[in-house]
């Protein structure tokens, strides 16, 4: 059974920085494209970044500048740098990896709160 599994969640001021990551098991992982999504309440689900299985990056307009998206292909790691964090930016964070013909994963999410 494929598994996204994300940690690096958590609460932190204004200004400051987390890296979350995601680990994949079970799929072979250099044919997927990876991204991370989040989702605010009551706010419906967006893509913040994603890179593909070449290493082109692709960023929400409302991170760029601030979030880095990087993979390691030997350890099947997914991770998102988020630098000058915003109240805006507190949502659950999700990991999909998406594959071919249409395969797509989801991780559980995990919570990253900005707040003084």
């Known amino acids: 059974q494929v598994q996204l599994v994300e940690s690096g969640g958590g609460l932190v001021r204004p200004g400051g920085s987390l890296t979350l990551s995601c680990a994949a098991s079970r799929i072979t992982f250099i044919y997927y494209r990876m991204a991370w999504y989040r989702q605010a309440p009551e706010k419906q689900r967006e893509l913040v970044a994603a890179i593909s299985t070449g290493g082109v990056k692709k960023y929400a307009d409302s991170v760029k500048g601030r979030f880095a998206i990087s993979r390691d292909d030997t350890r099947q790691m997914t991770y998102l740098q988020m630098n000058s964090l915003k109240p805006e930016d507190t949502a659950v964070y999700f990991c999909?990896?998406?594959?071919?013909?249409?395969?797509?994963?989801w991780g559980q999410g995990t919570q990253v709160t900005v707040s003084s």
């Open positions: 999909k990896a998406e594959g071919p013909w249409d395969t797509n994963y």
